[in-house]
């Protein structure tokens, strides 16, 4: 069983920047590619982010150029951050990791993006 804890939401207003933080239970070089998503009301669960053991990375569209998602090994910890926060970013942000072929997620983290 693998745990994965997020943290680093809160309320932001429009331009402002936030870090979210995913803390694995287990030495994250033993996950599969780490993965942000997020869901915001009313909207299904997106991909917004991800990075491999090797550490490449991949970005939804609409966060291209404003969100960085990184991994630190030493600390099994993966973060977002995100910069230039827009009010459609408002969600639930959530981390997710698989091992083998099972899926962990998190219990999620809110972001608001409001004036």
């Known amino acids: 069983q693998v745990q994965l804890v997020e943290s680093g939401g809160g309320l932001v207003q429009p331009g402002g920047s936030l870090r979210l933080s995913c803390v694995a239970s287990?030495?994250?070089?033993?996950?599969?590619?780490m993965h942000w998503y997020r869901q915001a009301p009313g909207k299904e669960r997106e991909l917004v982010a991800l990075?491999?053991?090797?550490?490449?990375?991949n970005y939804a569209d609409s966060v291209k150029g404003r969100f960085t998602i990184s991994r630190d090994n030493a600390k099994n910890t993966v973060y977002l951050q995100m910069n230039s926060l827009k009010l459609e970013d408002t969600a639930v942000y959530y981390c997710?990791?698989?091992?083998?072929?099972?899926?962990?997620w998190g219990q999620g983290t809110q972001v608001t993006v409001s004036s």
């Open positions: 990075i491999t053991v090797g550490g490449s990375t």
């Open positions: 997710n990791a698989g091992q083998g072929p099972y899926t962990y």
């Open positions: 287990v030495s994250i070089f033993r996950l599969n590619a």
